[in-house]
């Protein structure tokens, strides 16, 4: 076996030695500040639109949709983590490659059992790479977070935990779903942005369909003025007209934007008030077949 020789000349192998470790940590200091200055500039920006909210919706929506939580900021910040550590991995390996040829080891054995090594790692850990990747990008992309409400095609359920591997949801018989995040091939949000609630009034087929419109129209501004529902609906709900008529039936649709997951609750009150007010004006339910009306 030939011996290593590595080549050392005084003063010239140390000085070159310190300027390169100078020069990489340099580097590194200065990513890693424009990392840093990055970070906090989206989270400044973040917190300023939140501060100043242009409607009743948007000032909804940053309660509803967790920005009062610091949700963006974690977000944000464990991005900038992430991109740290990889600066910091990298910066390091290069140092250590240059500082290898500064003294004259050799690196094509080094480089040549690394590309082996490699190919093996990737061939059996295609799976592990592929999960670590989505979960970087569904951070970055904020597909979802805690407490969202999710479907992701097989599992459907709360968002309790979100990793660079697995995410953890709980459906609503209380299972607990652990998904590779590399296996999520859609996720369907009911957290983000709002939910729309949609209700069809059924009324009897004769009935005047303006007449119902006008009384619906009114429980629409009622339950809109009404202050427990103020942090709920984003806006007055709409009367879109008959969406349906069958030989018994006539339906009015109503719909209304509420903040996430609000929906369901929505949805009843309305039904139950238009029910409500549509019998006090004497408006006739639908009437089954063959049953003749009193």
Not at 13 to 25: D, E, F, H, K, Y
Not at 250 to 257: G, P, V
Request: a neutral charge; glycine letters at 10%; hydrophobic letters at 45%.
């Amino acid at each position: 076996m030939t011996p290593l020789l590595i080549e050392w000349i005084w003063p010239d192998t140390p000085i070159t030695l310190a300027l390169i470790v100078g020069g990489a940590l340099i580097c590194q200091w200065l990513i890693v500040r424009g990392i840093k200055f990055g970070t906090q500039a989206a989270i400044n920006r973040a917190r300023t639109q939140r501060q100043h909210p242009d409607s009743r919706a948007q000032q909804i929506l940053a309660k509803a949709t967790g920005a009062d939580n610091e949700r963006y900021e974690q977000r944000i910040s464990t991005v900038g983590s992430l991109l740290r550590n990889l600066t910091s991995i990298a910066v390091g390996a290069v140092l250590v490659l240059t500082l290898m040829t500064i003294v004259g080891i050799p690196l094509a054995p080094l480089l040549a059992s690394a590309g082996v090594g490699g190919i093996a790692l990737a061939f059996g850990a295609q799976s592990l790479v592929k999960d670590f990747l989505s979960g970087i990008f569904m951070i970055m992309e904020d597909q979802y977070g805690v407490g969202d409400l999710i479907d992701t095609g097989d599992a459907r359920g709360t968002v309790e935990d979100v990793g660079l591997r697995v995410t953890r949801l709980r459906d609503a018989t209380g299972t607990v779903w652990y998904v590779r995040n590399g296996e999520i091939l859609r996720v369907g949000n009911q957290s983000q942005g709002w939910s729309t609630a949609i209700i069809d009034v059924p009324v009897a087929y004769d009935e005047d369909a303006a007449k119902v419109i006008g009384i619906l129209e009114g429980v629409a501004a009622e339950i809109d003025t009404d202050a427990a529902y103020a942090d709920v609906l984003l806006e007055r709900p709409t009367v879109a007209g008959v969406n349906a008529v069958t030989a018994t039936t006539m339906s009015i649709r109503m719909t209304a934007k509420t903040a996430p997951n609000q929906h369901w609750a929505i949805q009843r009150t309305l039904l139950e008030r238009s029910l409500s007010a549509l019998g006090k004006a004497g408006v006739r339910s639908p009437v089954p077949m063959g049953v003749l009306p009193a």
